[in-house]
């Protein structure tokens, strides 16, 4: 990697090859200095398209899995739709591994390519269910067959010089965080269409005969057109594996240099090539990165429920409409806090440090839920777009910075792999995170009295117990905060 002000190419200059795209990007990215924005929008539209699906049910789920007929009573609702929402992680956690090595040997292209097709076709079918078993089957195709995101976030650190890969992966994580609201938005706004608009939509159409179609839909358009966007996404991959021993040991030799000038002492392990396992520098912030995914799957999962519940159950009572427009305030400000409020926090602080701050702010967050449940009218619906809008700036910091951690612990031809198992645990905690959340709300409301808490608080409680975790680990000796951000 480059080291100064020079630009030197990645994997030194033994790389060069005619027609290699690797080399062609390299060299352009040697020439040109400044941020190449028009790959990083490219970047940006694909991811944001890829993610919209993942949690766009949230809010219509209670309602699909009711008119599903699979729950015998109302408390058993968010149960099912644990599952549900569960299946497209717990698929993911099989594939990622495969993915990040078809990256590897490949390309990114093709597997953003295929990925994006996925959506296209799996997520319109899930639109179409007609059973439960159907909405579970589609799912989760739809998380084994789009391997996007291990490689796209190798590929956002590739595209660019290396004094812009914070912005690189940063986008990458806005994006991901933007239509982790916005897609939920989509479904709150659209889904009972022939309901919430009779004008436009009647109930013998096939949006009043699938209610649950038209987001789904919608999605899936905007995912076809991001398609065509990655005609122009250049290839990062070098394709002359016959001078790959000679390129690692270039940028091994790099690396040591580098850490000698530093005044630093460390063992090549941090660089190895061939056991990622063993990388502990990747594998704590692989860690770090699932606990706080476990925490933010399971808080929109009960966010959503929580919200369209009954008052007697000390919900919201809000509509899926009201989950969304929530959510699509929470993805507009997110997007101004990442293109106008985050590029000066890396300036002053670093995009590492802030963290821990963000970790102890949404804890403190977090515990405020349970008592908005008291409140009605104009005041709950400001309080609690301003709350989700904190929550979702905060979760963004922290994952930005937990995938910096991970791409900088490894070398260019192990990111597609270590991304790999990097969505592969974290796919496995977002699977546990739907659906240890469902049972955990299903049995609150069945315990609303009696206990030392309301299970309303318990719930808040052991969801913000996981975000505890994360922030421990974040200190020595499991995490060496310090050494991180000499990295960074």
């Known amino acids: 990697m480059a080291g100064g002000g020079e630009a030197v190419p990645l994997l030194g200059t033994k790389r060069r090859r005619e027609g290699c795209p690797g080399c062609r990007l390299e060299e352009a990215n040697k ?138 992966i940063s986008l990458v994580t806005s994006s991901r965080a933007i239509a982790l609201v916005i897609g939920p938005a989509i479904g709150g706004f659209l889904a009972q269409p022939a309901e919430k608009y009779p004008n436009l939509f009647s109930k013998e159409s096939i949006f009043g005969r699938f209610p649950y179609f038209l987001p789904s839909l919608v999605i899936s358009i905007l995912a076809a057109v991001s398609c065509i966007a990655c005609i122009w996404l250049p290839e990062t991959l070098h ?85 969304g427009t929530v959510l699509a305030v929470s993805g507009v400000g997110v997007l101004v806090y990442q293109l106008v409020v985050y590029p000066f926090l890396v300036k002053y602080f670093g995009a590492i440090r802030p963290l821990r701050p963000a970790a102890v702010l949404s804890i403190l967050l977090l515990t405020t839920y349970p008592f908005m449940a008291n409140l009605q009218g104009t005041e709950l619906k400001i309080l609690i777009n301003v ?20 791409n900088t612990a490894v070398t260019q031809e192990q990111r597609g792999v270590a991304n790999g198992i990097s969505v592969t645990l974290m796919s496995l905690f977002k699977g546990v995170a739907p659906a240890a959340a469902g049972i955990l709300f299903s049995w609150a409301q069945k315990h609303m009295t009696g206990l030392f808490l309301p299970g309303d608080q318990i719930l808040f409680l052991m969801i913000n117990m996981v975000s505890v975790i994360g922030l421990l680990l974040t200190l020595k000796p499991f995490f060496n905060m310090s050494s991180a951000l000499r990295r960074s």
Request: a neutral charge.
């Open 31 to 168: 020439t040109s200095t400044g941020v190449p924005y028009l790959n990083f929008f490219y970047i940006w539209i694909v991811c944001l398209t890829s993610t919209l699906p993942i949690q766009s049910l949230f809010p219509y789920l209670y309602f699909m899995i009711r008119d599903l007929k699979i729950a015998k009573q109302e408390q058993d609702i968010g149960f099912y739709a644990g599952f549900v929402g569960a299946t497209y992680f717990l698929a993911r956690t099989f594939s990622s591994v495969p993915w990040g090595i078809f990256a590897d040997k490949y390309g990114r292209k093709p597997c953003i390519v295929i990925s994006i097709l996925s959506v296209i076709v799996f997520n319109t079918l899930f639109g179409l269910s007609t059973s439960y078993w159907m909405a579970i089957v589609t799912r989760g195709l739809l998380g084994l067959l789009c391997g996007i995101l291990g490689p796209i976030k190798a590929y956002a650190t590739e595209v660019c010089r290396k004094e812009h890969q914070a912005l690189g």
């Open 239 to 323: 394709f002359h594996d016959d001078e790959k021993v000679e390129a690692i040991d270039a940028l091994e030799a790099q690396v040591a240099d580098s850490n000698l000038e530093g005044g630093k002492s460390k063992e090549a392990s941090g660089t190895s090539t061939k056991n990622l396992l063993m990388n502990w520098q990747l594998m704590s912030a692989v860690i770090l990165y699932c606990i706080f995914c476990l925490h933010d799957t399971a808080y929109l999962e009960t966010f959503s429920l929580w919200a369209v519940s009954s008052r007697k159950f000390r919900g919201l009572s809000l509509t899926s409409q009201d989950v």
């Open 387 to 406: 709350a989700s809008l904190l929550k979702n700036v905060f979760s963004a910091t922290i994952t930005t910075a937990c995938n910096i951690l991970q």
